[in-house]
């Protein structure tokens, strides 16, 4: 199990477990060597205390000069065994031993702060390790979690680009909006004016109407005149070539001939007059009416000679008629 853990942590795994060891192996150390201070033998302090330096690290160190409290000791222990007496020799071993058993508890002491240190270190490696096994059991779903969460940014940057594009679209579209709003807006103007213009324009072509149809009354009221005119200078002609034949019989044949041509045209032309009345408009703007310029004739002898008729002359060689065309 802890082989799996090494391998799914890392080196910090391996790191935190060698730092493990060291602690375990220092706290076995430690304990030794206390256990040791407290049933030394009588007989043999040095030897004792000898064999103990190496165990809690109070022993010359690798170069040879003495390390921890191995210094003190060299300083209290004698060059070489002298022949004193039994009490003195007890009484140094005494003094020997107790120096040592002070310094070997301080560094106990020591040691048991570091293994306490240690011990604390070991517990938050061992949580980064728990942690670091439950991140290594996740990797899997934070992987995939890792490229839903690419997926969904390439999406919405997908989406932002379009919504972009859209927003350029919009703008123009408000362009060409507003412009054919303003353009809506002249178009409007330009209509009511052209309204204003069509109802001028209705107005005079009302008025116009009215007078056009005053207009036909009146020429045809005229053309009943006219009518009525020509008829009567008919009837003056006719009676005029009456008086003639009566005064003269020798020109009888041909004032009745000249007589009968100038009947003939009037007739004719009264009937085209009147049929040119009763045809359309443009007929009658193609042949216009004669105006009126003179008085309507009377009855009798002293009628004026009109266009058209009979007219007799008193020569002196006797008397002739002409028509005057």
């Known amino acids: 199990m802890d082989g799996d853990l090494l391998a799914a942590c890392g080196p910090g795994a391996g790191a935190a477990s060698s730092s493990s060891q060291a602690i375990e192996a220092a706290g076995e150390n430690a304990g030794q060597a206390f256990a040791a201070l407290q049933s030394p033998p009588a007989g043999s302090p040095r030897r004792e205390v000898g064999a103990l330096a190496p165990t809690c690290g109070i022993g010359p160190s690798a170069s040879g000069s003495p390390t921890g ?21 007890e009484a140094e071993a005494s003094t020997i031993s107790g120096s040592t058993e002070a310094q070997l508890s301080q560094r106990v002491a020591h040691l048991e702060a570091d293994l306490a240190l240690l011990r604390q270190r070991k517990a938050q490696l061992e949580r980064e390790n728990e942690e670091l096994a439950a991140a290594a059991a996740e990797k899997p779903d934070l992987e995939v979690r890792l490229k839903e969460a690419l997926a969904n940014g390439a999406r919405l940057e997908a989406e932002c680009r379009r919504h972009r594009a859209d927003e350029a679209r919009r703008e123009q579209l408000e362009d060409q909006q507003a412009e054919i709003a303003r353009s809506f807006t002249q178009l409007q103007h330009v209509v009511s004016q052209l ?84 045809s359309c408009q443009s007929c009658r703007l193609r042949c216009p009416s004669q105006p009126l310029t003179g008085t309507p004739p009377r009855r009798g002898l002293g009628v004026a000679p009109q266009r058209g008729a009979w007219q007799p002359q008193q020569l002196s060689g006797g008397v002739t008629g002409s028509a005057s065309v």
């Open 195 to 278: 309204v204003m213009r069509l109802s001028e324009i209705n107005a005079q072509h009302a008025r116009l109407s009215e007078e056009k149809g005053a207009a036909e009354a009146a020429s045809a009221a005229l053309r009943v005149e006219l009518q009525k005119w020509r008829d009567l200078r008919g009837m003056a002609s006719t009676a005029t070539a009456g008086h003639a034949f009566s005064h003269s019989s020798h020109g009888l044949l041909s004032v009745g001939r000249g007589s009968s041509t100038a009947c003939g045209r009037s007739h004719s032309c009264s009937s085209s007059c009147a049929g040119r009345r009763r």
């Open 69 to 89: 409290s191995a210094v003190g000791f060299a300083q209290v222990q004698p060059s070489r065994p002298s022949a004193s007496p039994p009490r003195m020799r």
